[in-house]
């Protein structure tokens, strides 16, 4: 999928470019080789769909907040780069280890954390790539088999349950927000009651993408 991944970015950067430069200039620079590998730091391997993103923007620079230029995903999800990606799977195998601390008296059989899910709502081989203003956070999973690669979303403050899939993959994920741009079609995030499409500020130098 990397390669139709590339295809996708050039014309979002391209579209962006064009028509909001404001979120194209949010933009930040590719991640260093290091920086990518340090998500993972060989408890699994990246999905090459993950580093080809940050290998062409190490996330973005969101300086005016959830609502401002810079945030180009849905409901003011903000694209972390690969020092946030790192920072929240290690949050997330903190809190498994917590989990696991809390429980292990009551089930002797708790399996290798890197095995199964804990609580309600983490897993080791999740990558948090993105997060709205509620807490609530795009993940790329990395569990093996199917589910590797999916794009999930959750994690909301208060869930009482899992993330749920959004996408199959970072390709579809950035394919469906081009059409948006492009296009005008909605995109609905699970938890949010209405579907949004995407509205350009203004139309000169400062534009920048709008979800309404």
Known sequence: MTNDLNVVLDRLDAWLEENAPADHSALNSPATREDIEAIADRRFPLHPDLAAWLERHNGVTAAKGHNGPGVILPEGLILHDAMGMRAGQRALEQAIAEWV??????????????????????????????????????????????????????????????????????????????????DGTEIRLPGYADPVTPRLSDSDDHAFVRWE
Request: proline share 4%; charged share 25%; glycine share 10%.
């Open 101 to 182: 601390d809390e429980n292990e008296s009551e089930d002797p059989d708790l399996r290798d954390i890197y095995d199964g899910m804990y609580g309600y709502a983490f897993h080791v081989r999740w990558v948090p790539i993105a997060t709205d203003i509620t807490g609530g956070k795009l993940i790329v999973d990395h569990r093996d088999g199917e589910r590797f690669g999916n794009v999930l979303y959750g994690l909301q403050a208060g869930d009482t349950e899992g993330p749920v899939k959004v996408w199959d993959s970072l390709s579809h994920m950035f394919q469906d927000l081009l059409s948006a741009l492009t």
